[in-house]
């Protein structure tokens, strides 16, 4: 669900703000708190200083992503100065006109196929083990999300995921094994007599709010790339909204 709300009063010291832009054509993120809120800009601050940011031009374009709970506030605005010199960890962007609320609660999947990467999590140790296997996502959400495999998985598994949005960019996150459900198309086995795929329901018990709102804002920017593109095709209708199903954690 997504809401256009005003900025006023929504942005305060402290906030965790997510700042994604491409710098030379690849795509980057700053994590970043609010140190400062100006009636024209944000003062966001980072963890260390980050040299990326002696690349950034000014009045660039960038994305933000605000942690909320049960929401992320997302918003476009545009990179103003490094605060403090060539080791700064201090910059300024412009205070976005609008931002949008895009809820987690009644968190709905979005069909999209991503490759990702698990491992299981060793229930004494909590660390990861064994070698990681590669499959590929069905549908995706802040919550969990749903994928297709051949390994040996039960109800009740913890797994290790690491998942790739965009270039470079990767989330790692903790999540439980909901549902086990033979994979539609497929038969009782595979080829050569093999056991067949299986569709693995996961819903996430480790994951950051941060990475939620990634997440999120992933999802958003998919769904208006495929509209766009299917607006370029001549001829072609108009896009349908995708159907959003709640996730059956």
């Known amino acids: 669900m ?3 709300e005003s900025v006023e009063d929504e942005l305060a010291i402290q906030d965790r703000v997510l700042v994604e832009a491409e710098i030379y054509g690849r795509p980057v993120s700053f994590r970043t708190v609010i140190v400062r809120a100006c009636p024209t800009e944000l003062w966001l601050g980072l963890a260390s200083p980050d040299g990326r940011l002696e690349a950034m031009r000014q ?3 960038v994305r933000l992503t605000v942690a909320r709970d ?3 506030l997302l918003g476009q605005s545009v990179f103003l100065r490094p605060l403090g010199g060539s080791r700064s960890r201090v910059f300024a962007v412009v ?3 609008a931002l949008e609320r895009a809820q987690r609660r009644g968190y709905v999947r979005y069909p999209i196929d991503l490759p990702i990467r698990f491992r ?3 229930p004494a140790t909590w660390e990861p083990r ?3 296997a590669t499959t590929v ?3 995706l959400s802040p919550g969990g999300l749903l994928f297709v495999s051949d390994t040996a998985i039960n109800v009740g598994d913890d797994l290790d995921l690491t998942l790739p949005l965009a270039g470079v960019d990767r989330v790692s996150m903790n999540g439980v094994v909901k549902r086990l459900a033979r994979a539609a198309g497929d038969g009782a086995s595979g080829p050569n007599g093999q056991p067949g ?3 693995v329901a996961v819903k996430f018990t480790r994951i950051t709010s941060l990475d939620q709102n990634r997440i999120v804002r992933f999802i958003l920017l998919t769904e208006h790339r495929r509209r766009e593109a299917a607006l370029r095709v001549p001829g072609a209708p108009a896009a349908e909204p995708t159907a959003a199903t709640p996730l059956a954690h």
């Open 2 to 4: 997504i809401d256009r």
């Open 59 to 61: 009045n660039q374009t």
């Open 70 to 72: 049960g929401a992320a």
């Open 95 to 97: 205070v976005p006109a």
């Open 120 to 122: 299981h999590v060793d």
């Open 130 to 132: 064994g070698k990681a």
């Open 137 to 139: 996502t069905r549908n």
């Open 197 to 199: 795929r299986t569709e």
